[in-house]
């Protein structure tokens, strides 16, 4: 059972313009949702994150979105930077559970 | 860096085999989680341990185990190794018993043969 599910493997963007990445959720009971960057090799980076209290969250060139109601949140990159490219996941938590359920992942390139 | 930090980076073993897998928190951080990622999956949950203690277990095989030491550091022991355990091992900390933002470490590419 996916409960959250990043249905695009893979993104491929123009330098300077705008990326979205999308993420759906099943589960109501998740509050709190994250993004993040990892690079081949290495680890997961926290990227960002937002509460279910809000429906936007700014840091920078990063804005997350979420829409309850859909139960959908969106990741936008603006300006895309050759340096975005690696695979972004979207994580999910219930308020006292103690895990994240993660996404598969979008591979993000980003074109000169 | 996050902080936290994995050893060893790479492991190459045998089907049938026994492997430890070591992973130290971010300074201060009370909580340790296990997470595997095979080949083009996302992340796993496998278990968590706040100060000591077993607090939450996800999708980890009998075959698995962990522990957290009074330092903190945290161990995941693999047996009985099958194939189809090759994968990356990520270890994760927070400062408390929730999950709040958890920071990765590099991970460990477990490879059985």
């Known amino acids: 059972d996916q409960q959250v599910k990043q249905n695009s493997p893979s993104l491929s963007v123009q330098e300077g313009r705008i990326s979205i990445l999308n993420c759906d959720y099943t589960?109501?009971?998740?509050?709190?949702f994250l993004w993040y960057k990892k690079y081949p090799a290495e680890g997961p980076t926290f990227l960002i994150s937002i509460s279910s209290i809000k429906d936007k969250n700014e840091d920078g060139r990063f804005t997350v979105f979420l829409n309850k109601s859909a139960k959908h949140l969106s990741l936008h990159i603006v300006p895309s930077q050759p340096g975005d490219s690696a695979v972004y996941f979207c994580a999910a938590s219930a308020r006292g559970a103690q895990k994240l359920v993660f996404g598969q992942g979008t591979r993000l390139t980003i074109n000169p | 860096d996050s902080g936290v930090t994995q050893t060893p980076k790479h492991l190459i073993t045998a089907t049938g085999q026994r492997v430890t897998l070591r992973c130290s928190p971010r300074?201060?951080?009370?909580?340790v989680y296990w997470y595997q990622q095979s080949l083009d999956q996302g992340l796993q949950f496998l278990i968590q341990?706040?100060?000591?203690?077993?607090?939450a277990k996800g999708n980890i095989l009998e075959r698995f185990s962990a522990q957290q030491f009074p330092d903190l550091h945290s161990e995941l022991n693999l047996s009985s190794l099958e194939l189809g355990d090759s994968a990356l091992y990520f270890c994760a900390s927070t400062s408390s018993g929730n999950t709040d933002t958890q920071y990765f470490g590099p991970g460990t590419r477990l490879t059985v043969l």
């Open positions: 300074s201060g951080d009370l909580s």
């Open positions: 589960n109501s009971m998740f509050d709190y």
């Open positions: 341990y706040y100060n000591g203690e077993e607090r």
